[in-house]
């Protein structure tokens, strides 16, 4: 697998800065008794599992359910991701990896925590996390069995780093028995982690 290393700073510039600060701004009004830090867990992972990916979750379901705007996803990932409205701040270029039956994606940024958070929010703690980030190169069948997910042998797994100008979303695939689904209801099925390829997206018996 080809590892582009391109210029990994914009971490502690991007995410890195914020996430320092939104720290040093929670140790503040802990400190001075403003704030529940349980509170403020819930409101992060709220931000986290909840608000930041629905956006993602939109591009998934219209991907689902309008074949033209899922070829203009796979030909122009970040002028379809804009033209629902969700765009970076630096302008990284968006690539959409289309799961099938016979590959399924996984995306891991090697270096730092690229991550693509117009359309996924604040990535997930483990995302950061440098047995992640190693072993999804490594072992990345091992990696998706912690996470509960096990793939037919025949399906070929394929890894993809992150970096400051490449970003990845993952449009799984759409779950049997969702024929009749608007976009809503479909969106309602993409979760957070199918959208980085550690996950699935949920059926509708699931949902329910």
């Excluded at 899922?70 to 970076?88: C, M, P």
């Excluded at 483990?126 to 793939?151: H, I, N």
């Excluded at 400051?164 to 799984?172: K, S």
Aim: glycine share 6%; hydrophobic share 40%; charged share 25%.
């Amino acid at each position: 697998m080809a590892h582009d290393h391109h210029d990994h700073d914009h971490d502690h510039s991007e995410l890195g800065e914020m996430d320092l600060r939104v720290r040093a701004l929670e140790t503040v009004l802990a400190q001075k008794g403003y704030i529940d830090p349980a509170a403020l867990d819930v409101l992060i992972d709220t931000y986290q599992t909840k608000i930041g990916p629905r956006n993602g979750a939109r591009v998934v379901a219209k991907a689902w359910a309008d074949p033209a705007f899922a070829d203009w996803l796979k030909h122009d990932a970040t002028a379809a991701i804009a033209s629902l409205g969700y765009t970076g701040r630096q302008g990284e270029h968006m690539v959409a990896l289309f799961d099938t039956p016979e590959e399924h994606h996984m995306v891991v940024c090697t270096l730092c925590s690229c991550y693509p958070w117009p359309v996924l929010g604040l990535p997930p703690t483990w995302y950061k996390s440098a047995p992640y980030r190693s072993r999804a190169v490594k072992d990345p069948r091992g990696v998706l069995a912690d996470f509960g997910v096990t793939l037919p042998e025949a399906t070929r797994i394929r890894v993809w780093d992150s970096t400051a100008e490449v970003r990845y979303l993952v449009i799984p695939m759409r779950p049997a028995g969702t024929e009749g689904m608007n976009e809503e209801e479909l969106a309602a099925l993409v979760t957070r982690d199918s959208m980085i390829g550690t996950g699935l997206a949920r059926s509708p018996a699931e949902v329910a």
